[in-house]
């Protein structure tokens, strides 16, 4: 007659945790902005909302394709003061 196998006897030992070794970390998987391309997120979108009074116009104009500003004006808003200035300047121009 076999002797009974003990499955925890054979089972091999937890090896202890290292104190901190499970510490959560953010991984961002987006680009993120810089204090200068936020700071120029948040003028245009202001300047938006004021000039076209209406939270979905404005939002429609900041994330569509404009054809005569050659791209979406919030991309081309954040990428430089140029850009921003561009973008302010066609809202004028459509809201006068």
Same mark, same amino acid.
């Given at each position: 007659m076999t002797a009974p196998v003990d499955t925890l006897a054979d089972a091999p030992a937890e090896t202890p =945790? @290292?104190?901190?070794?499970? /510490?959560?970390? =953010? @991984?961002?998987?987006?680009? /993120?902005?810089?204090?200068?391309?936020?700071?120029?997120?948040?003028?245009v979108a202001t300047s938006a909302f004021r000039r076209f009074g209406e939270r979905d116009k404005a939002m429609a104009f900041l994330?569509?394709?404009?054809?005569?500003?050659?791209g979406r004006p919030l991309d081309l808003a954040i990428a430089s003061a140029e850009g921003l200035e561009s973008?302010?300047?066609?809202?004028?121009?459509?809201?006068?």
């Open positions: =945790r @290292k104190p901190g070794a499970m /510490r959560f970390q =953010r @991984k961002y998987t987006t680009v /993120r902005l810089t204090p200068d391309q936020a700071t120029r997120q948040g003028q994330n569509g394709h404009d054809e005569a500003l050659g973008v302010e300047a066609a809202m004028l121009a459509r809201t006068a």
